[in-house]
């Protein structure tokens, strides 16, 4: 059984466009993450739910918009897409306290030409 | 500001061998540093923690090294096999409201040769 899905996983559309990534997770937790993988393997945080609240949101421009529909599920849209956006998106859950184990999705990967 | 940096790049051993990743940081005020591995084409899997307070801690394989003195973070695996070829992150864990914050380093690849 899959633990942290996402969809799609390629993504590949013209810049202006406006797209979305799906996440879902299996295994129970309250808190769900979003990272953004540069070319060079940067990872770095976007946003963090925790049961369906926004808890962590770093400087991301206001083109990103997540959304927490349940627990199980946070998803990505993105506005307007630019060059700079392409990048691997990872969808992460974890439980909020005690443990540094956040599990992580398979990514995707978005080409923005 | 916050910086977790590796020292190498590439890593290159031979299976058998055992390897060992550094990771420099620059901010001690974390409750945790942590290890994770990405092979490719997948998601990081975490690896192993320790707390700030420890200086060893020891795992299946593998034993991370904490030197607060030096601010030096260390992954050592034993018998490494090709199964370990991957990068790996050290990343500053911090305890938020809601949830733990990671911050990761660039990344180490390692490569394992038979």
Same mark, same amino acid.
């Given at each position: ?9 390629? $993504? ?22 979003? *990272? ?7 990872? =770095? ?25 349940? =627990?199980?599920?946070?998803? $990505?849209?993105?506005?307007? $897409? ?32 | ?30 409750? *945790? ?8 084409? =997948? ?57 733990? =914050? ?13």
């Amino acid at each position: 059984d899959t633990a942290v899905s996402q969809t799609p996983k390629y $993504l590949v559309t013209q810049m202006g466009n406006d797209k979305s990534i799906k996440c879902e997770q299996n295994l129970g937790h309250d808190t769900m993450y979003w *990272y953004k993988q540069d070319s060079k393997k940067f990872l =770095k945080i976007m946003f963090s739910y925790n049961n369906k609240e926004l808890i962590i949101n770093e400087t991301v421009p206001n083109r990103f918009s997540p959304k927490s529909p349940d =627990k199980a599920h946070l998803n $990505l849209h993105i506005n307007s $897409l630019e060059l700079g956006d392409s990048a691997v998106y990872f969808c992460a859950s974890s439980q909020p306290w005690g443990s540094w184990t956040q599990y992580f999705g398979p990514g995707t990967r978005l080409t923005v030409l | 500001g916050e910086s977790v940096g590796l020292h190498l790049p590439t890593l290159s051993v031979q299976e058998g061998d055992n390897s060992i990743i550094n990771c420099a940081y620059s901010n001690s005020a974390s409750d *945790y540093f942590i290890w994770y591995k990405q092979e490719s084409g =997948k998601g990081p899997q975490f690896i192993i923690d320790i707390r700030s307070n420890m200086d060893k801690r020891q795992g299946q394989r593998v034993t991370v090294l904490l030197n607060k003195t030096v601010k030096h973070l260390s992954l050592q695996i034993a018998a490494t096999q090709p199964g370990d070829s991957a990068v790996y992150f050290c990343a500053e864990g911090l305890l938020t409201g809601g949830g733990n =914050k990671l911050t990761f380093g660039t990344g180490t690849q390692l490569k394992v040769e038979l």
